[in-house]
């Protein structure tokens, strides 16, 4: 079975650029999660997402977006980008809401000129 | 609301002798789950080993266990014979009873030395 996909690995945008992250869950698990990660500010959730509907989300602002398709892939956007959002970001799934584990992709790392 | 603390910023083990790495945790709700993750250089969260609050018996798997302290709110991670591949960042995360996201602490980054 594969894991957890994330496109693009890398990624290089300016201030003021917008970005689409991609996250593709495990075959048959129906929640992504997402969280940002900088050697600052540690790990960080961003949003949750079940059976398309945003179940939770983080402390960021409204320039955080995400959305969850049929097939439970999930894209995360980030507009209006500053500095501070050169980080990396991981996705992770599981089959349901309360689970035991989530299963993590490889992240997307973002950096911001 | 809950926390984690991981008071090791950095660890070092000699090649195949065994280290434990502490977590302590904070949280009022009475149901509530403990995961050890391990992310390697590559970036990759790998998750290791799980322990439920109500777990009558500390979670083991493979060369993981965990050491659960329930009433000391403790979860430590003890790694038997440590191999060079074991060096990476080691996280704790706790995820409360419901629909909660994983609060996870700062990471421990462990080195293993041949």
């Known amino acids: 079975k594969a894991g957890v996909t994330q496109t693009p690995r890398y990624l290089i945008k300016t201030r003021g650029q917008q970005v689409t992250l991609s996250c593709s869950p495990i075959?048959?698990?129906?929640?992504v999660s997402w969280y940002q990660q900088t050697p600052g500010q540690g790990l960080q959730f961003l949003f949750e997402y079940f059976s398309e509907t945003q179940r939770n989300k983080g402390n960021f602002p409204g320039r955080f977006s995400g959305r969850q398709f049929s097939n439970s892939r999930s894209e995360m956007n980030v507009s209006t980008l500053e500095l501070g959002d050169s980080a990396l970001y991981l996705c992770?799934?599981?089959?349901?809401?309360?689970?035991?584990?989530?299963?993590f992709g490889p992240g997307t790392r973002l950096t911001v000129l | 609301a809950q926390k984690i603390t991981q008071t090791q910023p950095g660890m070092f083990v000699q090649e195949k002798e065994a280290v434990t790495l502490d977590c302590t945790y904070d949280?009022?709700?009475?149901?509530?789950?403990l995961f050890w993750y391990k992310q390697p250089s590559s970036g990759e969260m790998i998750f290791l080993i799980y322990q439920g609050s109500y777990d009558q018996q500390n979670a083991t798997e493979g060369r993981y266990s965990l050491n659960f302290q329930k009433a000391r709110k403790s979860a430590n991670l003890v790694i038997s014979a440590s191999q060079l591949g074991d060096s990476a960042m080691y996280f704790c995360?706790?995820?409360?009873?419901?629909?909660?996201?994983?609060?996870f602490g700062k990471g421990t980054r462990l080195s293993v030395i041949a």
């Open positions: 949280t009022s709700d009475p149901s509530y789950g």
């Open positions: 992770a799934s599981s089959w349901g809401l309360v689970t035991n584990e989530q299963f």
């Open positions: 075959s048959g698990h129906r929640s």
């Open positions: 995360a706790m995820r409360v009873s419901g629909n909660t996201p994983l609060v």
